[in-house]
């Protein structure tokens, strides 16, 4: 290879480590003038479509790299991570076959191969080939990390840290690895040390966005009488609703608060307004003598799992638009429930990719609810495709089922309408959230690998006192979720029934 393409190239990885993905592009397309026929430019081309989430284009990009070298193994490799990506789960483990086969030695082909059967529940199977990658190179962190996640979907915490801890012991900057750690210990209820491992979402692979550089950051809660004090919203919506409830003990302190927000959650967290200045935007010449990200302010109070702040509700329905909804819900006896069963599909990490589709459930399998006596369903389902599903198919599948989506323009909207419904069922989304945060009756119907704020095996929530979990007893088994949720839906109504 040329030794003006070498250095092309080498340059263009240092940009692609740091993030600088432009610069990247800029140096990798001169190699690819330089020398049209060369695989390697066009291979990180297909890296770079991969990192910014355009698969197609990757997938594309690695194809024309293999056609210009067919047995370069690397490509195979990334090839199957692209093919993953894209669901396409057999494509993927063959490309990563060829790749072994091209380059037996090579260990990071193992371990993508691991990441691949994970996708496909075979946990057992994945930490097979983690171990041989481990085989072929000891000291590869990166492995010893992907099988701690194994270890953990199959509920073998103790081992799962085992294999963080070695990551990290070998590459003390594996983030990735310490935030793995992080979720692992607080599922398992250490939140000592979970909340500890949780700031290393800054800077792992995806990292969370850090703002605001510029402000002392908040260490504890001794010393913030008097002080203005800004908190942001950093993740989610339910990330949001559920830590908000830390802004009413930063208030207790004597801390002058403001709060950033979302403005999808800016109505519905009117009644935080006695604790905060509530806003959207800061303007840049505003003066704050500390700022936290919003999810750290459990490291912060040294949040325990016996001393999570769980009074409820800390956010209160709009009267008005609680009285301006009655009409849209049955005057009957009978149980009133309200379903989500989709949260939709976010962009962002690619891990969240795969974990939208586990969380969510087909609208023919939540639909074998509708059998159940004494009960109104009211479709509390916002957004595509799950919503666009319901207009479509719901004569046929649920014609009883009564569809809320034109009733719910935000948040406070919904949270009127909770006020008005017994009961709310919904899958992991913000919706689950919000009814905890109402004080409301919800059972959330959790994916078998689940969300670290729900706990190892728990079914109800020390973050939610009203809430109960039904997780699922085998990945990607719904039905048995349902006929449970199914069980005791009709007990409740019987005892609604029983007690008129």
Known sequence: MDQT????????????????????????????????????????????????????DALELINQAIMLNPKNAISYSNKGNILKELGRYQESLDALDMAIQFLPSYAEAYSNKGNVLQELYRYEDSIEWYDKAIELNPQYAEAYSNKGNALKLLNRYEEALDNYHIST?????????????????????????????????????????????????????????????????????????????????????????????????????????KYCTLTTAIDENSFFDFHSPLLSLPLI?????????????????????????????RASDRLKVGLIWNGGFRIGAPELWAVNKRRNIELDQIAALKGVEGVDFYSMQKGDPAESELIARKDLVWPELVNCAELLNDFSDTAALMESLDLIISVDTSS??????????????????????????????????????????????????????????NDLAQKKRSAI
Request: proline share 6%; charged share 25%; net charge positive.
């Open 5 to 56: 393409i070498q250095i092309l190239l080498r340059n263009a990885v240092e940009h692609i480590r740091a993030k600088d993905l432009i610069r990247a592009r800029e140096l990798l397309l001169k190699a690819q003038c330089t020398d049209p026929q060369g695989s390697e430019p066009i291979r990180f081309l297909a890296v770079i479509a991969a990192m910014e989430f355009r698969f197609q």
């Open 432 to 489: 689950a959230h919000l009814a905890g945060a109402l004080g409301k009756p919800v059972w959330i119907l959790n994916r078998y690998d689940s969300c670290w704020r729900w706990l190892n095996g728990r079914v109800d929530s020390p973050w939610y006192p009203t809430a109960k979990i039904y997780q699922q007893k085998q990945p990607g088994n719904w039905d048995e979720v349902i006929v449970r949720v199914k069980a005791d839906l």
């Open 169 to 273: 012991a070998i590459n003390s900057k594996n983030f990735d690895a310490y935030w793995h750690k992080a979720l692992a210990q607080l599922r398992n209820g250490d939140f000592e040390n979970g909340w500890k491992n949780y700031e290393a979402r800054w800077f792992k692979s995806n990292p969370v966005k850090f703002s605001f550089p510029q402000i002392p950051r908040l260490e504890d809660e001794a010393g913030i009488s008097e002080k203005k004090v800004l908190i942001w919203s950093e993740q989610g919506l339910g990330d949001s609703i559920q830590f908000s409830r830390y802004i009413k003990l930063l208030k207790a302190n004597g801390a002058d608060v403001t709060y950033l927000v979302p403005q999808a959650l800016l109505k519905v967290f009117e009644p935080l307004k």
């Open 301 to 329: 109070f040294s949040t325990a799992l016996a001393s999570v702040p769980n009074n409820v509700p800390y956010i209160v329905p709009d009267s008005e638009k609680v009285k301006s909804l009655l009409p849209f819900v």
